[in-house]
């Protein structure tokens, strides 16, 4: 989004970028399955209003993850205990 709106100018194509930061991150991906879609919906009060960020904690929630974020309301969700945050 940040390419798309101009306030980052990248080169290389987007898909390039990626798998060259995944392969050089030693970074993997986790599936959005049907029970994190599921799961997102039914996180524990109060939540953030956000669905990609719903989906993002549910996922985390899922695979045991730390979201490392400046997101505020994610942040006072972990605070809450119902996920491992990081504030960067």
Do not use: N
């Amino acid at each position: 989004m940040l390419v798309a709106r101009g306030r980052v100018y990248e080169k290389d194509d987007a898909k390039l970028w990626y798998d060259d930061f995944r392969r050089d991150g030693k970074v993997s991906e986790q599936a959005v399955t049907a029970d994190i879609f599921i799961a997102s919906c039914r996180l524990p009060q109060p939540i953030h209003k956000d669905p990609i960020d719903r989906i993002l904690i549910a996922t985390a929630r899922e695979h045991d993850l730390t979201i490392v974020t400046r997101d505020r309301a994610i942040l006072d969700y972990g605070a809450a205990g119902h996920v491992r945050t990081l504030s960067c």
